[in-house]
């Protein structure tokens, strides 16, 4: 509910929540539209990549944990898309047929840039390159997610937040999943997890955007954001650290 007597933007400007799609501004209805795609294509390029490495897990513990996170990231996507279709938005490319586990070549170079007609972060268009690559990727990235749903379940949009809030802790037990495939791997297979850190570490860091964002004060206004991206990017590299550290990973990896 807003404030009859408060302007809708200086109203969420000081912390207001909206409960409904019919009473947002178009500006804020764009914004909170373009952070749900973003999430749930994500969400469904992510499922659709690990779906393609079961096979490559090394034992039945292994093929669980990978099928738990393609279920769950699938239903992710389909909680947020809920909330989507209340927005009007056309959600025909998730019912039909779409390219999810479609992926650039190895050495393509994007950068951050939106790629193949969809919404999903830059990292999910690089490819997976066996269970040790996987492993890795899931521990960078499921901290990165961690830390960008606590971001998501304070947004301004109640029951968005709602939604992400009840998904953090399956997203924090597929971060958790891969650590412990990640403990085992640096004893066993050190050079392939160096080699697959150097790969996507960087990669999954240019995921929190830009450390000056004109586009954060905007949002930050709109209470879509809180927490500036390099307080983002730091509060991740340091849990990295702290994870490779837990890990057994060397130093140097």
């Known amino acids: 509910m807003t404030n009859d007597a408060m302007p809708i933007e200086e109203y969420l400007a000081q912390g207001g929540r909206l409960t409904s799609p019919g009473n947002v501004p178009p500006r804020y209805r764009g914004e909170v539209l373009r952070l749900m795609a973003a999430f749930v294509d994500s969400e469904m390029a992510g499922s659709a990549g690990f779906a393609d490495v079961i096979n490559d897990a090394p034992g039945i513990t292994s093929r669980i944990a990978a099928a738990r996170i393609v279920l769950e990231k699938a239903d992710h996507a389909e909680r947020v898309l809920k909330i989507m279709a209340e927005f009007g938005a056309d959600t025909s490319r998730y019912v039909g047929t779409h390219p999810w586990a479609a992926r650039l070549d190895r050495d393509a170079d994007i950068g951050a840039a939106r790629q193949g007609g969809d919404m999903r972060l830059a990292v999910f268009h690089y490819p997976l390159s066996g ?102 990017l730091a509060e991740w590299e340091a849990t990295i650290a702290d994870h490779l550290k837990d890990c057994g990973v060397p130093p140097d990896a």
């Open 131 to 232: 269970w040790v690559d996987a492993v890795v990727m899931n521990v960078l990235q499921g901290a990165a997610a961690v830390i960008q749903l606590r971001e998501f379940a304070q947004v301004s949009y109640q029951p968005l937040a709602e939604t992400f809030r009840a998904i953090l802790p399956r997203e924090a037990r597929h971060a958790e999943l891969g650590r412990a495939g990640l403990a085992e791997l640096a004893a066993t297979a050190p050079d392939q997890v160096r080699a697959s850190l150097a790969y996507w570490h960087p990669r999954v860091a240019l995921g929190f955007g830009p450390k000056d964002s004109e586009r954060f004060v905007r949002l930050h206004r709109m209470g879509l954001r809180h927490r500036p991206n390099a307080d983002m």
